[in-house]
């Protein structure tokens, strides 16, 4: 089997040393050829390359980099059955794919995961979600949550580290610093039922959770599943209080939020978000700017993991 180990070597968790254990580890199942990131979409580069050339990418990184990774895999819109599998170790400081896939945190147990699973020949084919074409493998968000991630990046800029401790306390900064909180511009339109406006924030989910806080997993759609379409949650309005009750039942309940404020939808086909200026956007926990219009879909069985 011809393989491509993708490696992030900023990624948070792992060591030089780290690294030639797992590429020794590998070679020993795999015909393996390593490649290192330089720069952000370097990985999308590394994984179009392989496409045609190799029956599994392995990725060392975080969130970002299996992003990356899933677009340059899928190029061409290709089925899942003519791509590449693809394989996750956990390296980064969250890694909210692999969790969700149920592997371990450890990039060691992980490692142990894939070589078990490709000896079996055991794999999983999942849906992912595409958000203006590009796929996502389990979240998206427009306004609040992608604007806390954008503070983050720009602390990570500074030398600061992307902890959880760090995202909570850019969502509370956001939350009262920003400009759209009182004024509402999110507009919210399914294919066969009227429109809904007067948005505050879109959370998008491929899967469950939405993200992680430690150990706990924290999931605003808990219905989300790679095996139906994408879930979606909006609030009417960011007003204190309704905010607080909400954040609340995220972080002490297993079921959905509820309220006059919550705007919730299961396993979505389609959808289009719009807003009237432009919103923070996020997909995968990764910033990408500021977009006033972002059309999702899921994409049903688009990829073979290796987990």
């Not at 011809?2 to 030089?16: C, G």
């Not at 595409?130 to 389990?138: C, I, L, P, Q, S």
């Not at 990046?153 to 909570?168: C, D, H, I």
């Not at 509402?184 to 959370?203: D, F, N, V």
Request: hydrophobic share 40%.
């Amino acid at each position: 089997m011809r393989a491509l180990l993708i490696v992030n070597p900023k990624a948070t968790t792992t060591s030089p040393r780290a690294r030639d254990l797992l590429v020794r580890a590998l070679s020993s199942a795999v015909d393996l050829q390593v490649n290192y990131t330089s720069r952000r979409g370097h990985a999308t580069d590394l994984a179009r390359e392989a496409s045609d050339t190799a029956d599994l990418v392995v990725t060392l990184g975080g969130d970002g980099t299996v992003n990356e990774v899933v677009n340059g895999m899928l190029h061409d819109g290709r089925p899942a059955e003519s791509a590449p599998r693809l394989a996750v170790v956990p390296g980064g400081s969250t890694n909210v794919f692999a969790r969700s896939l149920g592997m371990p945190s450890d990039w060691v147990d992980g490692a142990g995961v894939i070589l078990e699973a490709l000896r079996d020949n055991r794999m999983r084919t999942i849906g992912l979600g595409k958000a203006n074409g590009r796929y996502f493998t389990f979240c998206a968000g427009l306004g609040l949550d992608a604007a806390a991630i954008r503070r983050v990046e720009r602390a990570r800029v500074r030398g600061q580290s992307a902890t959880p401790a760090r995202y909570l306390r850019a969502t509370v900064a956001q939350f009262f610093s920003g400009s759209d909180r009182r004024h509402p511009m999110l507009r919210l339109e399914i294919p066969g039922r009227p429109p809904q406006t007067g948005l505050s924030l879109a959370i998008i989910q491929n899967t469950t959770p939405w993200t992680y806080l430690g150990d706990r997993g924290i999931s605003p759609n808990p219905r989300a599943s790679f095996d139906t379409g994408l879930d979606i949650l909006s609030l009417r309005h960011l007003s204190f209080v309704a905010t607080a009750r909400t954040a609340t039942q995220l972080f002490t309940g297993s079921r959905p939020p509820r309220g006059r404020q919550i705007v919730a939808h299961h396993d979505l086909e389609k959808f289009r978000l719009s807003s009237a200026r432009p919103q923070a956007f996020q997909l995968d926990g990764d910033y990408l700017g500021e977009s006033d219009e972002v059309e999702l879909e899921s994409a049903p069985g688009a990829l073979r993991v290796v987990c």
